[in-house]
Structures are given as C-alpha cells and as structure tokens.
C-alpha cells in the first residue's frame, strides 16, 4: 500500500504562512491526497483535498506536485488555533481499507 | 446536525469482558470506518463498511468484529478485552470512498 512520509514537528509564527510537505512516492494514479488534522483530545478534521490540481478552500491551499509523488499544505496566515497534529494521507477510488494514517506533524504556532 | 456519535465517551474495562462501541451518523454515509489510535501515533484502520450489511478488515482487525444492520450504524466489538487494546477508538464516516470524513470525537478505553 502506498504510504506517506511527514516530517515529525515544525513551527510557524503566528500570521505568517506554514508549508506542511508530505511525500508520497509510490502513489497510485487512483489516490486522492487527504489531509486532516487533529487538535488535543478530538477526533481528526478534514481540511482539504485533491487528485491532480491544486486545490483551495477556506481553511488552506494544497498544492500538489506535477509527478504527484509530493504535495505541500499550505496556511496561508498561521492562527494559534491551527496548533494540531496535521495528517497527510491518501484515500483510493477503489478501496476504502487503503487509508492508512501515518504519524502526521505536530504543528507549534508561537505568538 | 450531530454528524458522527460515538458511544460512550470513557470506558474501563478488566481483561477478558467484552462490550460493544456504537458509532451513529445523521449524514447518510454509504461508507463508515472504525480505528484506534495508539498514544503518539497516527490512526490504525481496523475494520469498515461500504454499505449497509456490509463489513470487510481494516489494518488491524485482530481481537474485534464489527456489524452494520442499519446504514446509520456501525458497532465496533471486542469479545474479550486484553490490555494491549486500551487505545482511543474513532469511528468515521464518508459519502464515497475518496471523499471527505467526517470522524466522531472518539472513545478511550482502558483495559486493566
């Protein structure tokens, strides 16, 4: 099964923009890139995701490389509330027991 | 909208009993998921169901059974609790299976 690997920990200033990188290169043309997070003590929250094209919500951009073997969430003004644990992921058309959830990075936003 | 409802919040249990977790969504999920996440670690997936009647292995399927007799419902059972399955168990559920999850705030179980 394809797997994600995510750096363990970074940090961000509050109000400036976070670049989250994850890598996934034995992706499959049939995963979508996922990504959540999880504040202490609750359950995970979706925060965006896409196939090929780089996607924006309101809550963050995901920007998706050409080879799809890298994607990069990006907050574009860190808030001390996006502090969590934030999980890259992937979710397959076609079977819905591939979507293993690795260790994510632990995300420190300092006033 | 309640969403997704776990069941209870806190339990514990001694080694060897057995209980059963309720996971209820409002959304009308065909797809819904039970998982357990271990202290410092990431979510494990241990069994799912893409529809009503249905249930297929996980991850780490092992020591639990789960049954989906209503689509709005996915119960998650251990039959005889052993220590190494004190964790916190979250249920999901998705519309498809690539789409977004929705997860419920979770169960903490301890068994001593």
């Known amino acids: 099964d394809a797997k994600t690997t995510q750096p363990n920990s970074m940090e961000s200033n509050e109000e400036e923009p976070v670049h989250l990188p994850c890598n996934h290169s034995t992706i499959s043309g049939t995963d979508y890139i996922h990504w959540y997070r999880q504040l202490p003590s609750q359950g995970p929250e979706y925060v965006i995701h896409g196939l090929t094209s780089n996607v924006n919500n309101r809550m963050a951009s995901l920007a998706i490389a050409e080879d799809r073997k890298s994607s990069t969430l990006i907050l574009h003004r860190a808030t001390l509330r996006d502090a969590a644990v934030y999980y890259c992921?992937?979710?397959?058309?076609?079977?819905?027991?591939?979507?293993?959830f690795g260790d994510g990075t632990t995300l420190t936003v300092k006033p | 909208n309640a969403g997704v409802t776990q069941t209870p919040k806190f339990r514990v249990l001694k080694t060897g009993q057995s209980m059963t977790l309720l996971c209820a969504q409002d959304?009308?999920?065909?797809?819904m998921y039970w998982y357990r996440q271990d202290p410092g670690m990431g979510l494990r997936l241990i069994h799912y169901s893409v529809g009503e009647g249905t249930t297929a292995k996980g991850e780490v399927p092992d020591g639990y059974n789960v049954s989906r007799l209503k689509k709005q419902n996915f119960l998650l059972g251990l039959e005889s609790a052993a220590p190494s399955q004190t964790s916190v168990y979250f249920c999901?559920?998705?519309?498809?299976?690539?789409?977004?999850?929705?997860f419920g705030q979770g169960t903490r179980l301890t068994v001593v």
């Open positions: 992921i992937l979710r397959d058309e076609w079977s819905a027991g591939k979507s293993t």
């Open positions: 999901a559920s998705s519309y498809r299976r690539n789409t977004e999850a929705f």
């Open positions: 959304m009308n999920h065909e797809y």
